[in-house]
């Protein structure tokens, strides 16, 4: 996260909302696969973010609106500086889904 994430917050519902609008968005979770298996918001794809790099085999459309989250929106953060380093145009961080309000896929 960077010095200002602290002062503006994301809203993960928020974002949610954004993404559901955006028929041609993407969820991307960039936990680790554990993570993702243990609860997980519907419709996202896991892609860790040590595995950031893979997104080329998942979304090659550089264009393609990209809404990335993670637990607290740090590692998302994270994913999303890289993301736009490797030339994707319209990527967003919408925080951490331990403020997600909705209901989730997988185990506990």
Do not use: W
């Amino acid at each position: 996260m960077g010095f200002l994430d602290f002062f503006f917050q994301t809203d993960i519902n928020a974002g949610l909302a954004q993404y559901q609008a955006d028929p041609k968005g993407v969820l991307l979770d960039v936990r680790t696969r554990e993570e993702y298996t243990h609860g997980h918001i519907p419709g996202s794809q896991n892609l860790p973010l040590q595995e950031v790099t893979r997104i080329g085999t998942m979304v090659p459309d550089q264009s393609t609106p990209l809404y990335v989250h993670c637990y607290s929106g740090a590692r998302s953060g994270r994913a999303v500086t890289a993301l736009r380093r490797m030339g994707y145009s319209h990527v967003s961080n919408i925080g951490g889904i331990r403020d997600y309000r909705g209901k989730t896929e997988g185990g506990n």
